[in-house]
């Protein structure tokens, strides 16, 4: 079992990137798919997830109208894609899948999957 992200970077002000996070080794349809970064010197916090059909989407306050996450259960992908970043988003981001009820979604302790992270550097 494993999640891959990918498509971190350095980027400046105001630049857009678009994350990836390949899962392989179980079926990645019909799971509940999560971002969360963790900044240096900071605890991991919650960025967004995307419910097991697509139908439902939540990210949090610090990136909403700039980030957006979402899914194609054919290529076995989820993705972030993140504007207007600004020096606050840099992070190492990391997605996770498979919290057992949607009233989970931004709890870490229920994901049961987890990739190695992905790092974006934002600066000038």
């Known amino acids: 079992v494993q999640l891959q992200a990918s498509g971190g970077g350095l980027v400046q002000p105001g630049d857009s990137l678009r994350l990836s996070c390949a899962a392989s080794g179980f079926t990645f349809r019909g799971r509940i798919m999560g971002w969360f970064r963790q900044a240096p010197g900071k605890e991991r916090e919650f960025v967004a997830a995307?419910?097991?059909?697509?139908?439902?989407?939540d990210v949090a306050d610090s990136v909403k109208g700039r980030f957006t996450i979402s899914r194609d259960d054919a290529k076995d992908t989820g993705y972030l894609q993140m504007n207007r970043l600004g020096a606050a988003d840099t992070a190492i981001y990391l997605c996770?899948?498979?919290?057992?009820?949607?009233?989970?979604?931004?709890?870490?302790?229920?994901?049961?999957?987890w990739g190695q992270g992905t790092q974006v550097t934002v600066s000038s």
């Open positions: 995307i419910s097991w059909n697509g139908g439902l989407t």
């Open positions: 996770a899948a498979d919290p057992f009820r949607w009233a989970d979604r931004a709890e870490q302790s229920a994901y049961d999957y």
